[in-house]
């Protein structure tokens, strides 16, 4: 069973970094393209990170230069390193995973997703 447990998020003030951490069970990690995923109240789940199973990434513009995904094959385990908080990068973050290949630009896509973490909150204050 496919399970994606998210850690780290919380509150920091603008300017600020956080990392986020989401560890992999149940499946052959490398076999699976991932994204970080985020929600603000009232808006859509927009994609803010994603890496394919070649290791190549994706970033929406909103965050390139700021963010950081990467992952540790050995631990199973997927990052977000967020620098330079700004406000409007609070949200709730989400982690997901999905087996197989698509093309890079699809991977902002929520859609493209089965396997989702449980969601951690990150509050950026002016």
């Known amino acids: 069973q496919v399970q994606l447990v998210q850690s780290g998020g919380g509150s920091v003030q603008a300017g600020g970094s956080l990392t986020l951490s989401c560890a992999a069970f149940?499946?052959?990690?490398?076999?699976?393209?991932m994204g970080w995923f985020r929600q603000a109240p009232g808006k859509e789940r927009e994609g803010v990170a994603a890496?394919?199973?070649?290791?190549?990434?994706i970033y929406a513009d909103s965050v390139k230069g700021r963010f950081t995904i990467s992952q540790d094959n050995a631990k199973n385990t997927l990052y977000l390193q967020m620098n330079s908080l700004k406000p409007e990068d609070t949200a709730i973050y989400y982690c997901?995973?999905?087996?197989?290949?698509?093309?890079?630009?699809?991977?902002?896509?929520?859609?493209?997703?089965?396997?989702w973490g449980q969601g951690t909150q990150v509050t950026v204050s002016s």
């Open positions: 997901a995973a999905d087996p197989g290949f698509r093309l890079l630009f699809r991977l902002l896509v929520p859609e493209v997703y089965n396997y």
């Open positions: 149940g499946y052959a990690y490398s076999n699976y393209y």
């Open positions: 890496i394919n199973t070649d290791g190549n990434t």
